[in-house]
């Protein structure tokens, strides 16, 4: 058995004989320890073969070439947000493991690949998405199950995030009333009254906005259960995007209702106008126009905290945990994981619910009351 270069190449290839016949293939990698041990697994697998013994068909693959396989195969089922997240736990996962034969993967390397990332100070949720990552690959060509009784994810904090009380709302609204962009506080008051996520909200068309049944429908979202669900509007959130369609009296169903647009200043009074409108292309971001903003009002939130504020006051308020979750397009297994987060914020409700189990049942026509034995 030997490894080799092609004249001229820089990719190992490897050669060795069985019973007679002789095998010459590349390794695929320029490591030459890679290329030896790749050897030495394919004349097994030739030996394993010959023998009867069944045959691994994902013995030789590449962890490199088997996230490349799982990019391009989930790619058409994610939101485009899940590929970005995606694409980047594999950019971190490559560099350790990208030389790796996926059955040569055990839960050390795992181990180490975590203390690795911890040691580059990234957050324990981050490593374990990443593992997460690399578990998904793994499990896709049945070979996590050997390795996952001894694989441990690390203690990682469920931040549920924070929502704004009443003042704060105020405050950001009117500094969101001041900014540059004149679309951040529509945005915002309907981000507030809905729910809706920040790429949910901003890929919104006029096709998905009904104002007479006052509702928005909610295109391609985050997860499976979130796409296509309808949200109602309450009177703030409809007053919001009646006047917001207003600004826009030529709009076709197709447009964006948040397009992208250019501003300039002019005049001594530094008057703000728009001078560019590209309505079937979305904004970008709000990301300078909300951190000005917020940071003009003095509130430390994030924009997904609006969300945040509004499960929470949905839930303060005595809204049903169930419809909550349909709102929010949250599946099963999320749904599970939010009942722990928000628990703690609907226990005045539930003492209420609870006190219903005190009062005395309706007397009709003066019989008395079944009673239970």
């Known amino acids: 058995m030997s490894v080799f270069r092609r004249r001229g190449r820089n990719v190992w290839w490897v050669e060795f004989e069985y019973r007679g016949r002789r095998y010459r293939e590349s390794a695929g990698t320029t490591s030459k320890t890679l290329a030896i041990d790749i050897a030495r697994k394919r004349r097994r697998e030739v030996e394993e073969s010959a023998n009867g013994v069944r045959r691994n068909r994902n013995a030789a693959i590449l962890f490199s070439l088997a996230a490349d396989e799982y990019l391009a195969l989930k790619k058409s089922t994610w939101a485009d947000r899940t590929h970005s997240i995606e694409s980047a736990n594999i950019g971190h996962l490559k560099p350790h493991f990208g030389k790796f034969l996926l059955t040569d993967i055990t839960d050390h390397d795992i181990a180490r690949y975590q203390t690795y990332r911890h ?5 324990n949720k981050t490593i374990n998405n990443e593992v997460a990552t690399l578990r998904a690959i793994l499990r896709r060509h049945r070979l996590w199950a050997q390795i996952a009784p001894d694989v441990r994810m690390l203690r990682a904090r469920e931040d549920v995030g924070r929502a704004l009380t009443i003042e704060e709302e105020e405050k950001l609204l009117r500094a969101c009333a001041s900014s540059r962009s004149r679309s951040l506080l529509p945005a915002v008051t309907i981000a507030l009254n809905t729910g809706l996520r920040h ?12 104002l ?11 997860t499976e259960h979130g796409s296509g669900r309808a949200v109602p509007l309450n009177a703030r959130a409809l007053k919001a995007m009646t006047a917001w369609a207003q600004e826009f009296p030529d709009r076709k169903p197709n447009h964006y209702v948040f397009p992208s647009e250019k501003v300039g200043v ?6 703000v106008s728009v001078f560019d409108t590209m309505p079937g292309k979305a904004i970008s971001s709000w990301k300078v126009a909300w951190t000005t903003a917020r940071e003009a009002a003095l ?29 929010m397009g949250w599946s099963p297994a999320t749904s599970v994981r939010m009942a722990k987060r928000y628990g703690h914020i609907g226990a005045s409700a539930q003492r209420d619910a609870m006190k219903k189990l ?9 019989q008395p009351s079944a009673t239970v034995q």
């Open 299 to 327: 509130v430390a939130c994030r924009f997904h905290d609006l969300r945040h504020t509004t499960v929470t006051r949905l839930l303060e308020r005595g809204a049903a945990f169930a419809v909550v979750a349909t709102i």
């Open 266 to 271: 002019a005049g001594n009074d530094r008057i």
């Open 119 to 123: 040691e580059q100070k990234a957050a």
């Open 212 to 222: 007479v049944n006052e509702a928005i429908t909610v295109g391609k979202s985050k």
């Open 358 to 366: 005190d009062l005395e049942p309706e007397q009709k026509n003066d």
């Open 199 to 210: 790429d949910e909200l901003r890929l919104l068309t006029w096709r998905q906005i009904d």
